[in-house]
């Protein structure tokens, strides 16, 4: 009787331990299941490129276009003038060596040469037809800067003698802080009260923007690309480009560097005023900034435009 007592012990004892071995190989299935699936997204590893073949074709078919020298003047409003009312008018005027360079939207392809609108250091407004009106309606109360230059249907900028102009004016009796600034064509142009998604596409869901006091005398840089939402071929690699006044970068023979950094990782240098491109985006959001320094590191302080952020997304 014992001895069967003593079986019956020895068979449950083994038939325990091969269930807790069962239910401990569960529970680690389970934690590899969980950690797999928590797995994030691969690194972000961001290397220059050379410029992409397409571009390189494009340029290829403009002819002269690229060794244009186009200059603008800025016909209204007036450097300092004084606005009633909360609708400004931008004329501008185009000249110089211009090489068939004529900015004109392509309605097929819906790209062609413009020039980048600049409204105080909000995102630019791409101009096609400089013969047709552009307004800026709604412009608040206040001192505002407005900064233009000549760009490629790639949004490269022109970067000769005259092709960057730059006035500032003062508003009276201007439009409502709530609302949107936007173009006589409904474009955007300022959106400080809307964080709304398309906003975020467009380039333009970010903080109030400085205007005015702005030192002529002083070097500028001046933020273009990228902007916006990059999908396809045009996802990678991506264009940083921007204009630069009063100063030269230290591969130019200048005292300046320009730095940039992508999601607050670790800072680059551009020491030769040219665009760059990176290659290695993954999707998603991706916060790009620019600043303008000085030897010792420093941001060269003017407006506080030299230290500019804009948010992009990458759709893979």
């Keep these: 009787m014992r001895f069967s007592i003593s079986i019956a012990f020895l068979f449950l004892l083994a038939a ?22 928590a797995t994030p997204p ?35 409003p007036a450097n300092n003038a004084t606005i009633n009312g909360s609708t400004v008018e931008v004329k501008l005027e185009l000249s110089g060596e211009l090489k068939g360079y004529m900015p004109h939207k392509d309605p097929a392809t819906q790209k062609g040469n ?25 412009v608040t109360e206040g001192k505002h800067t407005l900064r233009v230059f000549p760009s490629r249907p790639w949004h490269e900028s022109y970067k000769n003698d005259g092709a960057f102009q730059l006035v500032e004016f003062t508003v009276k009796g201007g439009g409502d802080g709530a609302k949107p600034t936007t173009t006589n064509t409904g474009e ?3 959106n400080p009260a809307n964080k ?10 970010y903080s109030p923007s400085q205007a005015g006091n702005v ?6 840089l001046t933020y273009s690309r990228p902007k916006g939402e990059y999908k396809g071929a045009d996802a990678d690699p991506v264009m940083i480009d921007f204009w630069l006044l009063n100063g030269k970068l230290q591969g130019d023979g200048g005292d300046y560097r320009v730095r940039y950094s992508i ?12 665009p760059i491109w990176l290659s290695g985006w993954i999707s998603g959001n991706h916060r790009v900034k620019l600043e303008l320094v000085d030897k010792e590191g420093n941001v060269v302080d003017n407006g506080g435009y030299n230290s500019t952020s804009r948010e992009i997304t990458i759709l893979r």
């Design 42 to 76: 691969g690194e972000q590893n961001l290397t220059p490129a050379p410029r992409p073949a397409t571009i390189e074709q494009a340029m290829k078919d403009r002819g002269e276009q690229d060794q244009a020298r186009p200059t603008l003047s800025i016909l209204s």
């Design 215 to 220: 030192d002529r005398t002083r070097a500028l």
């Design 16 to 37: 325990l331990t091969l269930s807790m071995a069962s239910c401990q190989a569960v529970d680690q299935n389970a934690n590899t299941t969980a950690t797999s699936s």
């Design 196 to 205: 709304s998604e398309t906003s975020r596409r467009e380039g333009k869901d």
């Design 114 to 138: 413009h020039i980048h609108v600049i409204l105080d250091n909000q995102p630019y407004e791409a101009y096609y037809e400089i013969g047709q009106p552009f307004e800026l309606r709604n």
């Design 188 to 190: 955007k142009m300022a």
């Design 263 to 274: 999601d607050g990782g670790e800072p680059k240098f551009i020491d030769t005023w040219e």
